[in-house]
T-cell receptor, first 112, second 113 residues
Framework: LAKTTQPISMDSYEGQEVNITCSHN???????ITWYQQFPSQGPRFIIQ???TKVTNEVASLFIPADRKSSTLSLPRVSLSDTAVYYC?????????????FGKGTSLLVTP | DVKVTQSSRYLVKRTGEKVFLECVQD?????MFWYRQDPGLGLRLIYF???????EKGDIPEGYSVSREKKERFSLILESASTNQTSMYLC????????????FGPGTRLTVT
């Protein structure tokens, strides 16, 4: 399993763009990068997944440089409701017998 | 709509009791997972199953066992509950080849006294 490192916590004001970076220096060729969001008292929720370059959906963007040793989750114009824990996961997710390592995540606090 | 349900939201058990946590998914998913979540430790995988009657140990299987007799149901068993098993337990499921997109249940907060 590729080890990931992400900040324990981040603070932001409403309306700002938030970038959460995750380091995964020993990422393998078949590994994908996935991000989840978890609100208090709920299970995590899938946000976005990518392999290389940039992926964008209605919730976030994911930037992956060419060496794939890190990735950045970008949340545009955050609101108070984006306060949550964000998890970066790396693994060969096409393999059904393979499980993801959620780790401790980054706790994002958005304030007015 | 995708749904993963867990048998209880809150559960209080005594030390030494046998505890069953049930999880049911209605998405016909092959893969199912049990995690526990503790403050400061994040989510840790206990067991997972990628087919009926199949199971694989996760990072912290000690003190737990699982049962997968039917595709839609994955049970976590604490053979003899201990206070250090007080935690939030989360169940998830995913389609084959799509472990990146796991669907989680609401969680069961278990307290062992």
């Amino acid at each position: 399993l590729a080890k990931t490192t992400q900040p324990i916590s981040m603070d932001s004001y409403e309306g700002q763009e938030v970038n959460i970076t995750c380091s995964h220096n020993n990422i393998a060729t078949n590994d994908y990068i996935t991000w989840y969001q978890q609100f208090p008292s709920q299970g995590p929720r899938f946000i976005i997944q990518g392999y290389k370059t940039k992926v964008t959906n209605e919730v976030a963007s994911l930037f992956i440089p060419a060496d794939r040793k890190s990735s950045t989750l970008s949340l545009p114009r955050v609101s108070l409701s984006d306060t949550a824990v964000y998890y970066c996961l790396v693994g060969d997710v096409r393999n059904s017998g393979y499980a993801l390592n959620f780790g401790k995540g980054t706790s994002l606090l958005v304030t007015p | 709509d995708v749904k993963v349900t867990q048998s209880s939201r809150y559960l209080v058990k005594r030390t030494g009791e046998k505890v069953f946590l049930e999880c049911v998914q209605d998405m016909d998913h092959e893969n199912m997972f049990w995690y526990r979540q503790d403050p400061g430790l994040g989510l840790r995988l206990i067991y997972f199953s990628y087919d009926v009657k199949m199971k694989e140990k996760g990072d912290i299987p000690e003190g737990y066992s699982v049962s997968r007799e039917k595709k839609e149901r994955f049970s976590l068993i604490l053979e003899s509950a201990s206070t250090n098993q007080t935690s939030m337990y989360l169940c998830a499921s995913s389609a084959p080849g799509a472990n990146y997109e796991q669907y989680f249940g609401p969680g069961t907060r278990l307290t062992v006294t």
